[in-house]
């Protein structure tokens, strides 16, 4: 019997991303990671900065890749499941593998320099630990796939 699977698009600004079958996805809600499986019920959600997963079928994936999984760095956006087609539409995805851990550990540090005591103004106040949390997580996917445990 043939696994179940859902479309899964990936798009970006600038490109549509990723229009493969998928068995599994687990996506970076601004909330927490949410599991994405065939036939769920639909939904919306908002996607914060994190980790995207994507799990293929066997014989299915970019390239056919003969199943595995894909691994994303995703910023904002939003997802939205319906009748087995997830669309999640990022301002931002950047392959795991695109990730390198010295560059996100430069942005974390240039994102913590920045002080937050003193500004009085709250839109620069906020822009500023939402970079923090951004370098944050792209961080953790670095690692995460420097590790063997992103994906591919």
């Not at 994190?50 to 199943?67: M, T």
């Not at 939205?80 to 010295?102: G, Q, R, Y």
């Not at 430069?106 to 103004?121: C, N, P």
Request: aromatic letters at 4%; hydrophobic letters at 40%.
């Amino acid at each position: 019997m043939a696994q179940k699977s859902f479309r899964c698009r990936l798009i970006t600004p600038d490109a549509q991303v990723l229009d493969a079958k998928a068995s599994a996805a687990v996506i970076p809600a601004w909330d927490g990671q949410l599991g994405i499986l065939p036939d769920r019920a639909a939904l919306v959600a908002k996607l914060g900065p994190g980790e995207l997963r994507i799990d293929f079928p066997p014989g299915e994936g970019p390239k056919d890749s003969g199943g595995g999984s894909r691994a994303y760095y995703v910023e904002g956006g939003f997802a939205h499941m319906v009748k087995n087609e997830l669309t999640l539409l990022a301002s931002k995805a950047i392959p795991a593998e695109s990730l390198t851990e010295s560059e996100a550990q430069a942005e974390l540090a240039e994102a913590m320099a920045r002080k937050t005591e003193g500004v009085t103004d709250q839109i620069q106040v906020e822009r500023i630990r939402t970079d923090r949390q951004r370098a944050t997580a792209k961080l953790r996917a670095a690692r995460k796939f420097k590790s063997g445990g992103g994906g591919i």
